[in-house]
Structures are given as C-alpha cells and as structure tokens.
C-alpha cells in the first residue's frame, strides 16, 4: 500500500509541475558499479515510445522491452501506456518471462535555472515501479538526480550527478546506490 500511495503522489507532482515532455529523439544511458551494471535505452517517433533496460547484477540479471503510445495531456504531462515482456534469471532460480503492461507519467519544466524532469513509471511485470526527479543547472551544464525503484526482487534508491559536455547529448555521470552501497560511473546520451 505504501508503494501505491508513493506512485501515486508521484504521478500527481508531475500533474501539477510544468509543461509537458514530448518530443522525437532518443536517450541511451550506461552505468557500471563494482557490482552492477545497467543500460536504458529509449527511442520516440512521433506517438509511438520503444523502451529497453538490462541490469546485470551478483546473482542474475534482468531487463525489459516495452511499446508505448503517448496519450499528451493537455499541458500538464504525457501518459504513456502499452506492452511490456519482461525477463530474470536467477543464478538458483532460472529464467521467468512475463508479459504486461507498462504505465508512465512524464513532466519536463523549463525553469529560470534550467529544468526539471519528473517521472513515474510502474508495470505489471514483476510489480516493478520506478520514480524519478531531475533538476537541470544551464549555466554550468549541471544536473543532478534522485531515484527510487523497486520490484518483487528488488529496492533501490540512486543520487546521480551529471555534467553534459560542451552543447552536445553527451554526458558523463557518478552516481552512489543508496540501499545497495554502491558507487558507479557512466553516460548519458539525450537528444530529446
């Protein structure tokens, strides 16, 4: 119940904060700790939303593919709902493949600093939910963000900080895995 009432008030901030996220173009993000290592990768044309993750980790790895449509609305945020197959294997467990439906809000916010992106995302493929706050800094290229996910398997909670280099989509990241005690480094590419 407390992870309900948690998206919930998630989606609701990103109902209230900003203007809408909506845009062609794609993002791809790689990060590597000492324990895990994890790739994000989404590409949107138009209505249509194309998603990947994978994440290796100790024990197994999992991951993710999803097809959304972007329903807009109105000024306040983007919803975007659709299939998801999701996978995990477990070093003692095997394989389990599920199939589902993915749910997520989206807001982007121009500010007088920068931006803010806020995201909540939840799928019906192992109960997996994932919340995200990102603060942009435009003088200095600057960002920084706060994360929170989980799953039947798995929580998580991730402080990321990202520096974008020159004017270009690039951008190189170090980050610190709160409930896992994990430091990690990595990129993002965002043309969106």
């Not at 845009?23 to 949107?44: K, M």
């Not at 999803?66 to 945020?77: G, K, R, V």
């Not at 749910?103 to 500010?111: A, G, H, I, V």
């Not at 989509?169 to 480094?185: H, M």
Request: charged share 15%; with cysteine; aromatic share 10%.
């Amino acid at each position: 119940m407390a992870q309900v009432r948690t998206i919930a008030s998630a989606a609701g901030l990103a109902c209230l904060l900003g203007q809408t996220a909506a845009a062609d173009g794609y993002f791809l993000q790689g990060d590597a700790g000492g324990r895990t290592q994890s790739v994000v990768a989404s590409v949107s044309r138009s209505s249509l939303n194309y998603g990947l993750n994978f994440s290796n980790y100790e024990d197994g790895h999992s991951g993710a593919i999803s097809l959304t449509y972007a329903l807009p609305l109105a000024d306040i945020a983007v919803m975007k709902v659709g299939p998801t197959i999701g996978f995990q294997h477990e070093q003692d467990e095997g394989d389990d493949v599920q199939a589902g439906l993915k749910l997520s809000l989206e807001r982007y916010t121009p500010t007088s600093f920068g931006s803010t992106y806020l995201l909540a995302d939840v799928s019906s493929v192992h109960q997996s939910w994932f919340l995200l706050g990102q603060l942009t800094f435009a003088p200095g290229n600057f960002g920084v963000e706060l994360s929170r996910g989980g799953s039947d398997t798995y929580h998580e909670t991730t402080l990321a900080f990202q520096k974008r280099i020159a004017d270009g989509p690039l951008s190189v990241r170090l980050g610190y895995k709160l409930s896992s005690d994990e430091v990690f480094a990595g990129f993002s590419i965002n043309t969106f």
